[in-house]
């Protein structure tokens, strides 16, 4: 172990911190209108039970991995397997999924930013007329928001997990939870919201079918940030005398909580906007949701509150979200980062600055792939079906490589490192733990029928998405 390895300065400090990794973008938007449409309460049911008995073991195991090691994923896959060359594969791929991730993830972020800017100066009117998405996303502004979003990264991860990432969380997170409740508040006293709640609460398990709890199970993971060396890394940051299973159960129970409370935010605010919505006309893509669909109604609030009261509402919902997803983002960037300065032994700045400057290239083709450069626009066709660079990244590495690297980080865990470790790890700060029945599911869960579901799911998607051709439905 390396004296000199940096840490998070308390408990609150890493549970906030892995928090703010795991709520994002995903438990804002997608969660609540992914819950509506798909059976409302039995949703709500079966995402809960994926995220305690599936997801929970997961981050166990990862932060696990993290802790003992006291290293990067790359270095924590090779150490602990004692150097072998596979399992050195799988370590490259939690360094390279995040960093992926981090592309197409930064550039929904510079659009929130983007939103935020516009909605706080006034521009609410604009923002709520159907092309203005379209003109923003292939307008040139978009690159000084991202020179924006860049920097406020490079200020947060500069500072290192103490002075930067555990300091940034404690501010965002605190002030993201009172803005989300302070929102929920205003929104259940308007008219027609409770339509909006029944939508939401109200079980239909006659919609319940294969693929709605296969999408279930992939949203629970994404939303834990598992599967892409996070909990990994931010494990590599707590000392032997801290409580791994404590900890990772406040945060799998606040990523559920927010994007629960998130539900009763955006369901009510549609309905009392459009009493006689259609359920199945809401669309299931967090980003049409949050710039097509939600500056309408902000702005329809004007006929009550005003049109400043009702660009304080908006301006105050896309810094929530801003909040939520610059959390993650900084989460997902520290990984590489990480990896460069253990592996390669760089100073943080100069790990950052290369990191940084290689985002900025990728994702700067990203940007680039909505219409304005025809190469990135028609990147590829699989399936067919016309993908830009955006949608390949996106499908590769968010669709396709999580469950896999799920799939791994518990066979390592289980067969390499082997149970007798992972337990030690899991005990020592966690006493209680030792010997309970939650230690004995999670060493069959994770040694047994997690790895089979996570290894089903990817061969799913290889097979849908890449072949047409879906196994389960
Ligand atoms: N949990 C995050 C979300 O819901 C997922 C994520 C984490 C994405 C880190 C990117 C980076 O949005």
């Known amino acids: 172990m390396s004296g000199s390895r940096e840490q998070f300065g308390s408990k609150l400090g890493f549970i906030l911190a892995a928090a703010g990794s795991a709520v994002g973008i995903g438990n804002l938007v997608g969660f609540p209108v992914g819950a509506a449409k798909n059976g409302g309460g039995a949703f709500l ?22 802790r003992s090691s006291q290293k990067d994923p790359l270095g924590a896959y090779t150490t602990l397997s ?13 360094i390279v999924t995040p960093f992926m991730i981090a592309v197409f993830y930064s550039v929904i972020t510079v659009w929130i930013f983007g939103y935020l800017f516009e909605s706080v100066t006034g521009n609410l009117d604009l923002l709520a007329q159907p ?46 939870f009172f803005m989300l409740i302070a929102l929920v508040l205003f929104v259940l006293t308007r008219d027609n919201a409770m339509a909006g709640v029944e939508f939401y609460l109200i079980p239909d398990f006659d919609k319940i079918d294969a693929a709605v709890v296969n999408g279930a199970l992939s949203q629970a993971f994404f939303s834990l940030s598992l599967g892409m060396g996070i909990m990994i890394t931010y494990g590599s940051y707590i000392d032997s005398k801290a409580d791994i299973p404590g900890s990772a159960k406040l945060v799998a129970l606040t990523d559920t909580a927010v994007a629960f409370t998130a539900g009763l935010m955006i369901l009510p605010a549609i309905f009392s906007f459009n009493p006689q ?47 939520a997803a ?19 032994g760089m100073q943080r700045k100069p790990a950052l600055l290369l ?43 968010y669709d396709t490589i999580l469950p896999l690297n799920g799939f791994l980080i518990c066979i390592f865990v289980m067969y390499r490192w082997k149970k007798s470790n992972f337990n030690r790890e899991l005990d020592s700060g966690a006493p209680k733990f030792k010997k309970s029945l939650f230690e004995r599911y999670v060493n069959f869960s994770v040694g047994t029928f997690i790895p089979v579901l996570l290894l089903a799911i990817f061969i799913n998607t290889v097979a849908d998405k890449y072949f047409g ?4 439905g």
């Open 277 to 323: 919505i259609n359920p199945e006309d809401l669309s299931e893509s967090s980003v049409s949701m949050i710039f097509s669909f939600l500056p309408q109604i902000f702005l329809e609030l004007q006929t009550s509150i005003g049109y400043v009261g009702a660009s304080a509402v908006a301006s105050i919902f896309f810094l929530l979200v801003f909040f």
């Open 45 to 66: 049911l079966i995402y809960a039970i994926f995220v305690a008995f599936i997801c929970l073991p997961v981050m166990l195991a990862e932060m696990s991995v993290g």
């Open 326 to 344: 610059i959390t993650s983002l900084v989460s997902i960037f520290e990984v590489p980062v990480s990896a460069l300065m253990s592996e390669k």
């Open 82 to 94: 004692g150097g072998h060359r596979g399992w050195r594969t799988a370590g490259w791929l939690s």
């Open 469 to 472: 051709f879906a196994i389960l």
């Open 131 to 176: 092309e203005t998405f379209g003109n923003f996303i292939t307008g040139g502004s978009i690159f000084i928001y991202m020179a924006g979003v860049i920097a406020i990264m490079y200020l947060i991860l500069q500072g290192g997990v103490k002075q930067g990432i555990e300091k940034a969380a404690k501010v965002l997170m605190p002030s993201l």
């Open 355 to 397: 990191c940084g400057l290689l985002l900025v290239i990728l994702s700067a083709m990203c940007a680039l792939s909505f219409g304005f450069v025809d190469f990135f626009t028609h990147f590829m066709t699989y399936a067919n079906t016309e993908k830009s660079f955006f949608d390949v990244v996106y499908d590769v590495f």
